[in-house]
């Protein structure tokens, strides 16, 4: 089954500084491949998402994501944070269930930006 | 376009108490998936419905239910709630419209459960 594992749960960057989070999938074939973010109180809002088209994926807010198969690797970065990039992240693969597909989740890395 | 909405926001219950959550898709969505975020983890999938059939369950156990309306609108049962029910409950709507594509789901803004 595929799976996604988000290295560190808390992350601290300065602002301005590069913001790097970490997600490794479990898969033997190229998945479906997506970064969420959630603001406090908030629901869910999709950052990015691969789909075997190109390895480089860019989304919103200046985000991107590099998929690296060699690595089983979907890591998150921007170059320069905002205090306004503080929230909780997740990295989420597509799981059948039944005829359902389903979003599995990391356990989420809360980044946190400093002035 | 409307998009995904839920309510309540907040509901507080005790122990062996039973609850519904409703959700309203985002215009022109047929498919509601429903998901479980315990505090500190991330969402865990329940269940998807799809003209009004339940066609995908997760690891949760029967006490869990839902429905979907002809609107495609959907609600959540939970019965003889237990402490560890206490989350932020997502709903999601995407639109299936066949093949092996996969269509993103909107979430919308969740309802925090408080089971005491």
């Known amino acids: 089954a595929q799976s996604v594992t988000q290295l560190g749960s808390h992350v601290s960057v300065s602002e301005g500084a590069l913001v790097l989070l970490r997600c490794n999938y479990s898969?033997?074939?190229?998945?479906?491949l997506f970064w969420y973010v959630q603001y406090p109180n908030q629901g869910l809002q999709l950052l990015l998402k691969?789909?075997?088209?190109?390895?480089l994926v860019k989304g919103i807010n200046g985000f991107e994501a590099e998929f690296k198969k060699s690595e089983t690797s979907f890591h998150l970065t921007k170059p320069s944070a905002h205090m306004s990039d503080a929230a909780e992240y997740f990295c989420?693969?597509?799981?059948?269930?039944?005829?359902?597909?389903?979003?599995?989740f990391g356990s989420g890395t809360q980044l946190t930006v400093l002035p | 376009e409307t998009g995904v909405t839920q309510s309540p926001t907040h509901l507080i219950k005790t122990r062996g108490q039973q609850v519904t959550l409703r959700c309203s898709s985002q215009s022109g969505h047929n498919t509601v998936s429903w998901y479980q975020q315990a505090l500190g983890q991330g969402p865990q999938f329940i269940f998807q419905y799809y003209r009004e059939e339940e066609n995908g369950r997760g690891n949760f156990p029967p006490r869990f239910s839902g429905l979907q309306f002809p609107n495609y609108s959907s609600e959540l049962n939970v019965n003889a709630l237990e402490l560890d029910d206490s989350a932020l409950y997502l709903c999601?709507?995407?639109?299936?419209?066949?093949?092996?594509?996969?269509?993103?789901?909107?979430f919308g803004p969740g309802t925090r459960l408080t089971v005491l």
């Open positions: 691969y789909t075997s088209a190109a390895t």
């Open positions: 999601a709507s995407s639109l299936t419209s066949g093949g092996d594509n996969y269509n993103e789901q909107f």
């Open positions: 898969s033997s074939v190229p998945p479906y």
């Open positions: 989420a693969v597509i799981l059948r269930s039944g005829s359902a597909r389903q979003l599995t």
